[in-house]
C-alpha cells in the first residue's frame, strides 16, 4: 500500500487566487495531506523581479473580473476589500503565530475575500480578533514577535529556493504547481504520476529560454 501523498501549499492573504484555492482544497482526494506554507507575496515577486496582477494597469480590470467570474462559477462568497494590493504582513504572521490549523487560515482569507475587510481598519481588526479570542494587546504581542517574523521570512526564502514564483503555489512530488486553475492539473498528477513522461509533457520541458521571438 502506497504511502499517502503531501501537498505543500504556499500562499498569502493578499492574493484573491490563493483565496478561491482556500475554498477548493476539499477537492483534493481525502487521504492527500495539506501542508500550509504562509508566504510573503511581495519577497516572491521581488526575486524574480516581476509585479502582481494588480499593480499592472490594463491587467487589474480583467484580474477582478475574472476573480468575480471564478467565485460565481464555483460558488465561493465574494465581497473586495476595500483597497488592493494591501499590506499583508498582519495577517500572515498572526496565522503564523497561532499554528498550523486549518481553520486559521480559513477565517483569515475569509475576512479578506468573503467579508471585505481590512486589518488596516480598527473596527474590522477588533471584530476579527474577538472571533480569535483574542484581545489587541495579545495579537499585537503575537504580530511582533520575532518567532512569527523569522518564520515568515525563512518560508519565504525556503518557497524561493524551491522554485515557487507566484501564490497559489503548490509542491507535490517536488513539482511545482501554480495557481487556482492549477487543481484539476495537481489531480491529474495525482492519478497519473507518469504524467510528465508524456511526449507532450517533454517537449514542453525542452522549450529554451533563448528562442528569438519576432
Known amino acids: 500500500m502506497s504511502e499517502p501523498k503531501t501537498i505543500e501549499w504556499f500562499y498569502d492573504f493578499i492574493s ?36 502582481g496582477p494588480g499593480e499592472i494597469a490594463p491587467m487589474r480590470k480583467f484580474t477582478y473580473r475574472q476573480i468575480a467570474w471564478l467565485a460565481e462559477k464555483n460558488t465561493i462568497p465574494l465581497k473586495f476589500p476595500p483597497l488592493h494590493p494591501f499590506n499583508p ?8 503565530a497561532l499554528g498550523d490549523d486549518p481553520s486559521i487560515a480559513d477565517r483569515l482569507f475569509r475576512f479578506v475575500w468573503a467579508e471585505g475587510k481590512s486589518s488596516d481598519n480598527p473596527a474590522d481588526w477588533a471584530s476579527l480578533l474577538d472571533d480569535l479570542g483574542l484581545d ?9 514577535a520575532p518567532d512569527a517574523k523569522s518564520r515568515l521570512i525563512a518560508n519565504t526564502e525556503q518557497a524561493i529556493s524551491r522554485g515557487i514564483f ?3 503555489g503548490f509542491i507535490l512530488d517536488e513539482e511545482v504547481f501554480w495557481g487556482f486553475d ?3 492539473f495537481i489531480n491529474d498528477y495525482l492519478q497519473d ?6 511526449p507532450a509533457m517533454r517537449q514542453a520541458d525542452g522549450v529554451g529560454e533563448g528562442i528569438k521571438r519576432g
Request: charged share 20%; aromatic share 10%.
Open 16 to 51: 484573491p487566487y490563493a483565496y478561491l484555492a482556500s475554498q477548493t482544497l476539499d477537492r483534493f482526494p481525502a487521504d492527500v495531506r495539506i501542508m500550509r506554507r504562509p508566504i510573503l507575496f511581495a519577497g516572491i515577486l521581488k526575486q524574480w523581479e516581476t509585479r
Open 166 to 168: 507566484g501564490v497559489p
Open 182 to 184: 492549477s487543481m484539476p
Open 193 to 198: 504520476p507518469a504524467l510528465f513522461n508524456r
Open 136 to 144: 489587541s494587546k495579545q495579537a499585537a504581542d503575537l504580530v511582533s
Open 89 to 96: 504582513l498582519k495577517l500572515l504572521r498572526l496565522n503564523i
